[in-house]
């Protein structure tokens, strides 16, 4: 059974920092590609960050670039998304995601973490 449990979601000001953490179970964590994406009320869910499954190649919405940071542990099946100079923008639900294909990293979803920035 596939799980995915996300963590570290939370309030914060504008321009701190969180780091967001995705647990996997039941499939073979070093062969899917993974990533984070994020809904906000009244929006679509937007893909915000990707990485391969080897980690050797990473992607980011322009909204996120340079800000935000995606990487994994293969060894504890754990992908990250660390998030700096948070924005009230960015206050959204976030959900990590995976797949076999870099090019659609989410067959399957998390049930979410909410990031709220606001002072």
């Known amino acids: 059974q596939v799980q995915l449990v996300e963590s570290g979601g939370g309030l914060v000001q504008p321009g701190g920092s969180l780091r967001l953490s995705c647990a996997a179970s039941?499939?073979?964590?070093?062969?899917?590609?993974m990533s984070w994406s994020r809904q906000a009320p009244g929006k679509e869910r937007e893909l915000v960050a990707r990485?391969?499954?080897?980690?050797?190649?990473?992607n980011y919405a322009a909204s996120v670039k340079g800000r935000f940071t995606i990487s994994r542990d293969n060894a504890k099946n754990t992908v990250y998304l660390q998030a700096n100079n948070l924005k009230p923008e960015d206050t959204a639900v976030y959900y990590c995601?995976?797949?076999?294909?870099?090019?659609?990293?989410?067959?399957?979803w998390g049930q979410g973490t909410q990031v709220t920035v606001s002072s």
């Open positions: 039941g499939f073979t964590f070093s062969s899917y590609a």
């Open positions: 995601g995976a797949g076999l294909r870099y090019s659609s990293p989410y067959t399957y």
């Open positions: 990485i391969s499954s080897a980690g050797s190649s990473t």
